[in-house]
């Protein structure tokens, strides 16, 4: 089992930065694919960024260039430093982990003011 902590969300204004961070407990593994999501109301969850266990990332076109993805395996934490924020950024956002299984956080709502 592994449990899956964020914090970091919060109000921001349009243009301003958020760190979010997932710790994670448990059989947690550093081979594991650890992600973001995000869902803002009325639309689907979407991913947001990825990073494999190697370290190579993805993100989805909307958020590349203003956000970074990355992780501590030592402290079994994965960040998501986003900047530039946009009203549109405004979601809860998940942390998830995917070895053999599929693990999700309880979320963190960032919400952007214009």
């Known amino acids: 089992q592994v449990h899956l902590v964020e914090s970091g969300g919060g109000l921001v204004q349009a243009g301003g930065s958020l760190r979010l961070s997932c710790a994670a407990s448990?059989?947690?593994?550093?081979?594991?694919?650890m992600g973001w999501f995000r869902q803002a109301p009325g639309k689907a969850r979407e991913l947001v960024a990825q990073?494999?266990?190697?370290?190579?990332?993805n993100y989805v076109e909307s958020v590349k260039g203003r956000t970074t993805i990355s992780r501590d395996n030592a402290k079994s934490t994965v960040y998501l430093q986003m900047n530039d924020l946009k009203p549109e950024d405004t979601a809860m956002y998940y942390c998830h982990a995917l070895g053999s299984r599929s693990y999700w956080g309880q979320g963190t709502q960032v919400t952007v003011s214009s």
């Open positions: 990073i494999a266990g190697g370290s190579t990332t």
């Open positions: 448990g059989r947690t593994s550093s081979r594991y694919f």
